[in-house]
Each structure stands twice: as structure tokens, then as C-alpha cells.
């Protein structure tokens, strides 16, 4: 059985667990440690090589880690949630070098993506199916007949003079404690604006909230029918370990 280990750095908590590459079961507990003050990089790295050490990984075993920003040619390049010293930040380089093996980073809401298209709620869906994740931001992930479009970030488009995620990520429910019904006309807006521009098949939804989904997918009026990931809250640790062999870009 071939395995890796997926570790999904978010903006309250670091998360880890060993994959099965075959089936994306979880073969160990999942290690979540909260998010350092700030998440600076040296204060994320010591959190990441913690969580390895409590996996007992062994030396020639694959880790793939996601992050909540853009990813592009192995360098972070935007920090909403996160350290300003992320925003052009050779990640890959960093953590291959701290880690002592190649690692590589992804957007969070990507490796989501590409574990629902591989092995879960995405799987075999002809077209552009959207995946969002809501949690502290808004995380998406467009996947055209199964294939990964990275750092589409629809978390950042402005919808009435502010940002999607502020109004509309499970944070912002948080926060403002909003109800259920509330919280799900903020979401209508957001999804009928997506799916305005984009007129996807499918959505799926991920982040914590989404086990609880039957809470307020039944309140969110769009015309795109609205699923939960199958792998809930685990699917970035699981698209992480999945993308942790392929070749970066
Ligand atoms: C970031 C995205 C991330 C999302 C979910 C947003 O604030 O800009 O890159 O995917 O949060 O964590």
C-alpha cells in the first residue's frame, strides 16, 4: 500500500494525518495544532516538522503540505490570512530545505479540489465543477472534466463593495454570529454570483461547517446544485498527500 503524509496549513489550525494514496482513507489520527500567532514561516515550519514527528514518518515517505494562498512556481504569493512574509516566498524551497526532502506546497482549497475530482464528490463529473471551501476565507478550486485549473480564488472577488470571504466565510458566521438563515443569504449571493460568471455543473463545498451542511444548503437558493465533499474537512490533508509525487509547475 503506498502512502504520504498531507498537511493542510489553515488560518486557526495546522492539520495532519497519513493518506492512503488508493482510496484516501486516513491511516493514522489526525494532528491538529492550532495556527501560531501571526504564521510567520519559522513559527508554521517548527508546527509542519512537529506534526511529521508525531506522524512517525519514515525518511522515504512523500509529504505534501496545502496552504490558504496563491501558489505559483513553488512561491506563495498572496497572505490574506496569514504573515505578510508569505507574499512572494520561496515555499517550496523552504520547507524542501527545512524538511530534508522535496516538498511540495499547493493552495489549500487546490488540494480539496483535486481529492474530491480524484476520489470524492467530483469524481467523473463532466464540465467545470467549482469547489469552495468556507472556513476562516473562502477557498476555491475549479476542476474542468477532472482536471486541476489552480489559484482561482474566488474568496477575493468584491461582491457589493467588499470582499466574498468577509461576508461570507463560516468566520464571518462566527464572528458575527449569524444564524443559519442569515448566513445562507450571504451565501446565495455569493454562489449566484459565481455561478453568473462561470456556469458551473457542480458545487462542492468544503471546511468544517460543511458536516453540517444539512443546516443551510436547504437556505442557499442556486440553480447549481450544491454538494458536501466527501472527505468534509479532510479533503485538503488528502489532496496534499495525492499531489505530494507530482511534478510542481
Ligand atoms: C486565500 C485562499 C485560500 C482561502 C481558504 C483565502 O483567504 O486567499 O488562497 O484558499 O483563503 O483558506
Known sequence: MSSA????????????????????????????????????PPDVLDVVQNIVSTLEHTGNEPI???????????RTRSASNVSQEWLDFPADDYLTEELGQTIRMVNDADAA????????AAHGVDGLVILTTLG????SAFLMDGVLVPNSELGLLEIDGELAEKRAANSAREREGLSFEEWA???????THVETLFSPELFVVGGGVSSSHDKFFPLVQA???LVPARFLNNS????SALLATRPGD
Open 5 to 40: 503524509l498531507g498537511i493542510d496549513v489553515g488560518g486557526t489550525g495546522i492539520k495532519g494525518a497519513r493518506v492512503d494514496l488508493a482510496t484516501g482513507e486516513l491511516l493514522s489520527d489526525r494532528v491538529k495544532i492550532a495556527t501560531p500567532e501571526g504564521a510567520h
Open 136 to 139: 476562516t476565507g473562502i477557498g
Open 185 to 191: 443569504t450571504r451565501l446565495t449571493r455569493f454562489y
Open 64 to 74: 505534501g503540505v496545502c496552504f490558504p494562498a496563491v501558489v505559483t512556481h513553488g
Open 236 to 239: 485538503g490533508i488528502i489532496g
Open 113 to 120: 479540489g483535486f481529492a474530491e475530482a480524484t476520489l470524492g
Open 223 to 225: 440553480r447549481t446544485p
